[in-house]
């Protein structure tokens, strides 16, 4: 099973970004997206920003992965 996630991009290096979620940073490609800017939220899969997100349907995204990681603790 292959994850895709959204992250916010903190750090732009020519090509490359660190991406970070909850305190967890990640170097991730930008080669396969145009424009990005600080403080987008991308959708990261295997090291590649694949996407871009508005700031709403990321956190709406995140809150999502927060109920699962809530109901794998308590199942």
């Known amino acids: 099973m292959c ?7 903190t750090r732009i290096e020519g090509d490359k970004g660190i991406a970070e979620l909850s305190g967890v940073k990640k170097e991730v490609s930008l080669k396969l997206l145009e424009e990005v800017k600080l403080g987008d939220y991308l959708i990261i899969h295997a090291g590649f920003a694949i996407q871009r997100l508005d700031e709403e349907e990321a956190m709406k995204t995140l809150a999502i992965w927060e109920e699962i990681a809530e109901i794998e603790k308590h199942p």
């Not at 994850?3 to 991009?9: Q, T, W």
């Open 3 to 9: 994850l895709a996630i959204p992250m916010k991009l």
